[in-house]
């Protein structure tokens, strides 16, 4: 961790670092501040309170799907640094929109016929915002690292990543959505001025022609991208990942309200420790393969990322056999049950071993292709990422639909995991293979 924290008084990274950061807080801040008001708020059935939670989730991810290839055209072709400027500029102006619906929603709650629409418009383009700042993150950093800091720059970026959405998360439960309005448009505009000072990332390739045609350029990015061996089993590998992702942070929310009795102060502990973990796995990973770029921590770490899921499931199952006070438990209520800790403990352990299975994968995506297609690699990943995504979107909300119960739905999530960790296996294998003697 000692060799990777060097990076952060380096002008070459610093900025970004800090502008990244920034731009988790204010997604993860706006997000939960909307869907924590409304499930808590809005809804009194559990099928819609997950169903909603599954669409804004699906809203978010959506632009990744549909205009990564063209955000990773733009990042290659273009200064990253400049995109990055134009990006964080354009998100003053979708947080005041946001910010408006947050104020409406506490005003005037279900009665207002603006604030959801005002909301999820936010959401939209906050979602089409982070596709243009997405590839960027990592394609950038080996222009401004050593190859041999790349995997610790990378660490350093999930790991400030999920710092800042744990930040977000606990302001996100504990103010309310007028207060978090005032905040957002404070984090845009900090983060603009952040951006000003990363230094300039020159394409490497000056004379290349952008392809406006989504579906094609799609088509073709994808292509092109896994035509490597192992940056295909990388993008599969994430993919597969954030497609349990996905389904376990959709069934947070309704989960702490209907199974754990608690209030979202809790649900918001909950991606707090869920944040801590990832960022803790981050750096974890980093100290265990000493900077080496290497998938051969993967399989075992996802393995026990979904016996922890599946350990959850049973705590989940036991905390609804035990007597609790009646009403929501805020969060001194809920550490006093008896099976709090485990629950949090757990969640601790899930988060910890998906942060290392998934950060060298990143790592990949950027030390195995050429550097003039680096952004486009990562754009490539952010295409299948969110098509993964919107797929598990679907599944969590279906599931919901069909009246499965929550807890239930978490041994899918262990289930998963096991084809994760034969992509993770099959990634580890190419790589033995690439680095054979010829």
């Known amino acids: 961790m000692l060799t990777s924290l060097h990076l952060l008084r380096k002008r070459r990274f610093l900025p970004l670092f800090a502008t990244q950061l920034l731009n988790a807080f204010n997604d993860n801040l706006f997000k939960n501040a909307m869907v924590l008001f409304v499930v808590y708020t809005f809804y009194d059935s559990q099928a819609e309170e997950a169903q909603f939670s599954a669409i804004a989730s699906g809203v978010f991810i959506l632009p990744f799907f549909l205009l990564s290839a063209l955000a990773g055209q733009l990042a290659d072709l273009t200064d990253k640094a400049a995109i990055i400027r134009r990006v964080k500029a354009a998100e003053i102006g979708i947080m005041v929109v946001g910010a408006a619906g947050l104020y409406l929603a506490w005003q005037s709650g279900r009665d207002s016929d603006f604030a959801m629409p005002l909301l999820l418009a936010a959401l939209f383009a906050m979602g089409v915002h982070s596709t243009f700042f997405g590839p960027i993150k990592y394609a950038i950093l080996p ?3 050593k190859r041999e800091e790349v995997l610790a720059g990378t660490g350093l970026v999930e790991a400030g990543t999920y710092v800042a959405i744990l930040a977000g998360t606990i302001l996100a439960g504990y103010i309310s959505v007028r207060w978090a309005a005032l905040v957002v448009i404070v984090a845009a ?3 603009y001025v952040t951006s000003l000072q990363v230094p300039p990332a020159p394409p490497f390739e000056k004379h290349g022609k952008l392809d406006l045609n989504v579906l094609r350029s799609s088509i073709t990015l994808i292509r092109n991208t896994t035509a490597q061996r192992e940056v295909f089993y990388a993008i599969l590998a994430i993919s597969f990942f954030w497609t349990i992702g996905a389904v376990l942070f959709i069934q947070f929310p309704p989960l702490a309200k209907n199974v754990l ?3 979202k102060e809790v649900a918001s ?3 707090v420790i869920f944040s801590v973990g990832v960022a803790i796995g981050s750096v974890a990973i980093n100290t265990l393969l000493k900077g080496e770029v290497s998938a051969r921590h993967a399989p075992v770490s996802v393995l026990f990322m979904g ?10 199952r036991a905390w609804e056999r035990q007597a609790t006070p009646t009403g929501l438990l805020d969060v001194p209520g809920f550490l006093a049950q008896p099976l709090a800790p485990l629950v949090l403990g757990t969640l601790l352990l899930i988060a910890i071993a998906g942060g290392m299975f998934v950060v060298p994968l990143y790592a990949f995506l950027t030390t ?7 952004a486009r690699t990562v754009a490539a990943n952010n295409i299948v990422n969110s098509g993964a995504m919107v797929v598990g979107s679907l599944i969590a909300g279906g599931l919901s639909a069909l009246g499965i119960p929550l807890v239930e739905q978490l041994l899918l999530s262990a289930g998963m995991s096991v084809i994760s960790a034969w992509l993770g296996a099959l990634l580890h ?8 003697p010829a």
């Not at 195995?368 to 680096?374: G, L, W």
């Not at 294998?429 to 054979?436: C, Q």
Request: net charge positive; with cysteine; charged share 15%.
């Open 143 to 145: 222009q401004h690292l």
């Open 189 to 191: 505009l900090i983060g």
């Open 261 to 263: 009795n608690a209030s």
């Open 269 to 271: 502990l909950f991606l």
């Open 307 to 316: 016996g922890f899921v599946a350990v959850f499931y049973f705590v989940c």
């Open 368 to 374: 195995k292709c050429d550097p003039s297609q680096a």
């Open 429 to 436: 294998r190419a790589e033995r293979l690439a680095a054979a």
